[in-house]
């Protein structure tokens, strides 16, 4: 069973700071990776996706995140904070038709 | 591209009411539609997969007769919250999927709130 761990339910960045935030996964195939984002009271955005090919990928708003296997891990990260950023964030991982996702990281931009 | 709109954005109801939730594609054709359901500072949890043309297939402990999907074509689902009770509120989200394959993302509404009262 595929399974998405986000470590971290909170973190709290300084404007113009780095962003990370943790996410690592659990897939007995090689695994579909999605970063979403969700502003209060509204549905999920894709941030970006990991399919196949480059380990690096770049995503909307400036984010990026890089597919680690060895790590199993699909961490997301922006160089630089902005308050608008301010959301929650989901990593999710898919098998063959569902979405599972992460309980959430919630970014809070302090200026 | 790849709007999905979801109406109504919020519903206030008494009790015993049933109320009906939209889901459509705006710009794409979606075989499968996805219904959640998210709880105060939660994940997202699967309720069930709609797809077009076919029964939806639901979460286990997520009640059929309590919650109707019909997916009656390639861009709307309607999820139908039947005698709907103060334990149904939440936020309902959907989403649709762009093709049949895991690989594809799924693109969401904007959720629709539901209080009952």
Redesign the interface.
């Known amino acids: 069973a595929q399974s998405v761990t986000q470590l971290g339910s909170h973190v709290s960045v300084s404007e113009g700071a780095l962003v990370l935030l943790r996410c690592n996964y659990s897939s007995s195939v090689p695994p579909y990776l999605f970063w979403y984002v969700q502003y209060p009271n509204q549905g999920l955005q894709l941030l970006l996706k990991y399919t196949t090919g480059a380990t690096l990928v770049k995503g909307i708003n400036g984010f990026e995140a890089e597919f680690k296997k060895s790590e199993t891990s699909f961490h997301l990260t922006k160089p630089s904070a902005h308050m608008s950023d301010a959301a929650e964030y989901f990593c999710a991982v898919s098998d063959t038709d569902k979405l599972i996702f992460g309980t959430g990281t919630r970014l809070q931009v302090f200026p | 591209g790849a709007v999905?709109s979801?109406h109504p954005s919020r519903v206030i109801c008494k009790s015993g009411t049933s109320v009906k939730i939209e889901c459509r594609s705006l710009d794409f054709q979606a075989t499968?539609m996805?219904w959640y359901r998210q709880f105060p500072k939660?994940?997202?949890m699967?309720m069930a997969?709609s797809n077009e043309g076919s029964k939806a297939t639901y979460e286990q402990g997520v009640e059929k007769d309590k919650f109707l999907i019909n997916h009656a074509s390639l861009t709307l689902s309607t999820l139908t919250v039947t005698s709907a009770h103060p334990e149904d509120s939440s936020?309902y989200?959907c989403?649709a999927r762009d093709g049949s394959?895991?690989?594809q993302?799924?693109?969401?509404?904007?959720?629709t709130?539901l209080s009952i009262l």
């Open positions: 999905v979801q499968t996805f939660q994940s997202l699967l997969t936020f989200i989403s394959r895991g690989n993302p799924q693109h969401f509404g904007d959720g709130r």
